[in-house]
C-alpha cells in the first residue's frame, strides 16, 4: 500500500490500449488499496476518458508545464516517440516525477544500430549483424550472405521496419525500399542487416531501478495480421501471458546470457534510469536470443501483464524512481488479450464507424484506436478495441475473450480467431 493517503494524480502519455491499460491498473489498485487516484492522459482516447481526464496539449513543453501547474504525483510515459525526444530529461530538468529512460538510454529502441552495437559490446546473446549507412555497400554484402535474411530500418518504424527476405531480389528491394524510397521515412537512414534466427518468439517486460532489473511474467504476440501468423505484419494482433512454450530452462538462460548482461551494459555506460525495458528474444535451437530492445511498455503485451501483476502500480513505480529494491508478484492466472482491427488494417482502412455493444462486456477490455462524439464511441484508428480474457488456465482465458468478443460490433471489424492457440 502507498505510504500516504493523498489523492494521487497521475499523468499518462499516449493514446492507445496500452495507456488504457495502464490507467485501468492504477486505478484498480486505488480502489483495492483505498486511496483516491485521479488520471490525465495526453492525448489519451475515448476509453482513457471513461476513467480519467483528457488533455490536449502538444509539444513536450506544454506536457511539462501541464504537469508542473497540475501537481501531478508521476508522469507514466506510454509511447516510444516522446521517449527518444528526451520527454524524461526535461521533466527531470523542471524536478519533475516521471517514469521512463532518458533521451541517451532510449537510443537502445529509438536506433537498432545503437542497440547491436551495445549487444555486442557486452555480450548480450544477439543475432549477428551488420550495419549500413547507404543501400549500395549493403547490396554488396547481401551477395556474399546465406538466405533467408533479416533487413531492418534502424529507427523508429511503429514496429514495421523488419523485413525477412528469403533471397537476393527481396533482401534487395528491402534495402532500396527502405533507404531510397523512404518507406519508413527518416527510420530509415541507416539499415541494420541480420542473422535469420528461426524459432518461437517471446516477450518479456521488466522494470529497472537503476541497479537491478526485475523481470515480468513472459508473454506471446501474435504480430501477422491473417491466421496461421501469415500476411503482412502489424503492430499486434493479439497476445498471451504467460508464453506456454517459454519454459524455466528458457528464462534462466535469458537471465544469464541477455537480462545480466544488459545490466553490466547499463551500468558500465551510466544508464541509471528507472523505467520499462522490453525484451523482445527469439528462442532457437541454438538458444534464445535477444531480436530487440524496446524501453516502454508493449502494446498489446501489456494489456495481458498488468492484469495479472498484484503489486500496487504506483508503489512500485515510486520505489523504482527511488532505486529502492521491490519484487514483482503475478497471479496464477492465464491472460489472453484480442485485438479488433478496422478492414484494410494495416493498410488503408476508413474511420468513423460506431462502436456497439460495449456495455455489455463482462471480461477487462481497453480501448485502442477511437473517440467520442456526440455520446458515441467511433472508431479512429487501425486497432480500435483489446478483448481480455483471464482464466486459470489458457484454454479458459481464451474462450473468455472470444465469448466476449462477439458482443462488440462496428462496421468492417475483423479480428483472428487463433489468437491464444499455440
Known sequence: MPENSNPKKILIIGSGGREHAIGWKFKQDAAHSNYECELFFIPGNAGTAQIGTNVSVKSLNEMCDFAKENQIDLTFVGPEAELAEGIVDLFKSEGLE????????AQLESSKAFAKDFMAKYNVKTAKYKTFNGPMLAIEYLESQEFPIVVKASGLAA??????????????KAVLDIMENKAFGEAGSQVVIEEYLEGFEASILSFFNGNEIVPFVSAKDHKKIGEGETGLNTGGMGVM???????????????????????????????NFSGVIFFGLMISQKGVYLLEYNLRMGDPETQVCLPLLENDLFETVMKSNRGEHFELKFSDQHACCVVM????????????FEIRGIENLDCPYFVAGAKEKDGKMLTSGGRVLNIVGIGNSLEEARNQAYENIVKVHFDYQYYRKDIGLV
Open 341 to 352: 482491427v478496422s478492414g484494410g488494417y494495416p493498410l488503408n482502412y476508413e474511420k468513423g
Open 159 to 172: 514496429g514495421k521496419g523488419v523485413v525477412i527476405c528469403r533471397d537476393f531480389e527481396e533482401a534487395k
Open 241 to 271: 501471458a504467460p508464453n506456454p512454450l517459454f519454459i524455466k530452462s528458457h528464462f534462466d538462460e535469458f537471465s544469464k546470457e541477455i537480462m545480466q548482461t544488459t545490466l553490466n551494459g547499463l551500468i558500465a555506460e551510466g544508464m
Open 98 to 105: 516521471i517514469f521512463g529512460p532518458d533521451k541517451r538510454a
